[in-house]
Structures are given as structure tokens and as C-alpha cells.
């Protein structure tokens, strides 16, 4: 979880019912809770943490389940019990009203939490997300690649590179830290969710969509795509040279998009 400049982050163990959910929180100032993609757990947060703590955020983040000392995913669980988990961190840090933020799939999370405990949130972030539930097959199939362990590591580098990766951009940077077990898990648990008003998460609370300029699994909407399919109150950045990665590929724009959006909706509370 550390890297040679993150500052000091504290670590608590929830006992829930649905298992032990462990917790990483750093930093004082506006809460910023962090989700991370399919399969990858907060570590891919590590590169942008010193940067947004620097920006005057308290930064909250749950660990996914499977990952860490946060126990398995239950079998027969949905994105509403993953974003349970969430609400129970939120509620355990006192967090106030805070951003909620989602890489790639966490930000179906981050949309169920704003939906549902809209009084828990002051605004959702989207990184590099699909404003639906699906893609198309033959990225569906490079995702499965790049998470796929079992495969050899120059098969999955090619479905990273297909994937998630601007050309040009490094994407060896991402072949560890992938948890198989917990993207299938994952998986399941979207197939699951049959509801759907919660896409809309926008409708009740501002919402950040990053874009990522050459993302091969969420193209970047144009604002009034964005605005019919997630609401009225939606800011859209787009990052130039990344892909669906993001945050390894561009920490520095990432980084100060979330801050920004955190200083706009803040001052204004």
C-alpha cells in the first residue's frame, strides 16, 4: 500500500455482517472516498493519494473484498451489497458528506451509493466508466485477459495494451495487482443487479465524469450524451494520452480534476 512519498495513512478492520471490511484513511480536510476497478484493490490509488491529501482531502478507502484483510465477496452478493460496504466505512469514519469517487466498475458502486444515501454524499466522481453496465465482447474479452492470472504474461500484456492502455503508454505497469477471484466475483454480482435507477445517480447530486481521451472500454461521451444518460448536473474532464488505466497513465490530471471538483462543491456548501 505505500509508496516512498504517500503520507501516513491510519487502518481499521470493520466487523460487519457481511464479513471483516479493512480500511485505509489519510489525510484532514474534505472527505474523498476512493473505488477502484474490477479485480484491482486500493493500491491503484497509492501514485494520486500525496496529491490529493496535498489538495486538502481526507481520504477514505474501503478495501475490496477478496483483497487485503477484507474477507471474500459473498456468493448471491449485487453492487448494492458492495456499496453497503461503502455506506457502513462512510458511516464508520463519520464521514459527513463526502465525494464519492469510482475507477472503471467502482464507479457503479459509487452511483448505487450516491443513489441510495444521497444524504452521505455531497457529490460522485467517475473515472474512465461506462455510463451503462456493458461493453462490447471483444473488450469484455480483453478485460477477462488482463485479469486472467493464468494466462502468460505476454498474452495478458497484449489485452492491457488492447484494453487499457494509450498507445505509447507503459502497460506493464499493471500486469500485478490484479485478483481474479475478485473480478469474477465482481462480475457476478453486476449480473445480479437487475435494477437500474441508480444509473441516473446525477439526478440528486453533482457529478464528475473523467474522461480518459483514448479509452478503448468507455469512448468519451460527449457533454450532452453524458447529461442524457446520467442527469443535469454533470461536469465532464477529459485527460489527454491515457486510456481505461487513468491513474497510472496521468496521476497529475486525475488528481487535480478531483481536487477542483472537491474545492467547487465545498466552497459552495
Not at 466487523?15 to 485505509?24: M, Q, T
Not at 462512510?90 to 457503479?108: D, F, L, Q, S
Request: aromatic letters at 4%; hydrophobic letters at 50%; one cysteine or more.
Amino acid at each position: 500500500m505505500t509508496t516512498a512519498h504517500a503520507p501516513a495513512w491510519e487502518v481499521r478492520l470493520l466487523d460487519l455482517p457481511s464479513g471483516l471490511l479493512e480500511i485505509f484513511t489519510m489525510g484532514a480536510g474534505h472527505p474523498l472516498v476512493l473505488l477502484p476497478s474490477l479485480g484491482r484493490g486500493q493500491e491503484d490509488f497509492d501514485g494520486i493519494a500525496p496529491l490529493l491529501v496535498a489538495g486538502g482531502l481526507r481520504l477514505v478507502r474501503p478495501e475490496p473484498r477478496g483483497i487485503g484483510r477484507s474477507d471474500p465477496l459473498r456468493a448471491g452478493s449485487t453492487l448494492h451489497d458492495m456499496a453497503a460496504d461503502v455506506i457502513a466505512a462512510m458511516e464508520a469514519e463519520r464521514t459527513g458528506p463526502a465525494i464519492v469517487a469510482g475507477h472503471a466498475a467502482g464507479n457503479w458502486v459509487a452511483r448505487i451509493v450516491t443513489h441510495t444515501r444521497p444524504d452521505l454524499v455531497a457529490g460522485c466522481a467517475m473515472l474512465a466508466a461506462v455510463t451503462g453496465t456493458t461493453v462490447v465482447p471483444e473488450i469484455s474479452a480483453a478485460i477477462a485477459g488482463s485479469f486472467d492470472t493464468d494466462l502468460p504474461a505476454a498474452e495478458r500484456l497484449e489485452h492491457l495494451r488492447r484494453g487499457y492502455f494509450a498507445p505509447g503508454n507503459d502497460a506493464s505497469v499493471w500486469l500485478e495487482g490484479w485478483h481474479k477471484d475478485v473480478a469474477l466475483a465482481q462480475r457476478a454480482a453486476r449480473s445480479a443487479t437487475t435494477d437500474r435507477a441508480w444509473l441516473r445517480a446525477a439526478e440528486n447530486r453533482p457529478l464528475l465524469y473523467i474522461a480518459a481521451a483514448e479509452d478503448a472500454i468507455a469512448a468519451p461521451p460527449s457533454e450532452g450524451e453524458l447529461r442524457e444518460a446520467l442527469g443535469p448536473h454533470v461536469t465532464r474532464v477529459v485527460i489527454e494520452r491515457a486510456g481505461h488505466a487513468l491513474l497510472p497513465e496521468q496521476p497529475e490530471a486525475t488528481a487535480a480534476a478531483l481536487i477542483g471538483f472537491a474545492r467547487t462543491l465545498f466552497s459552495a456548501a
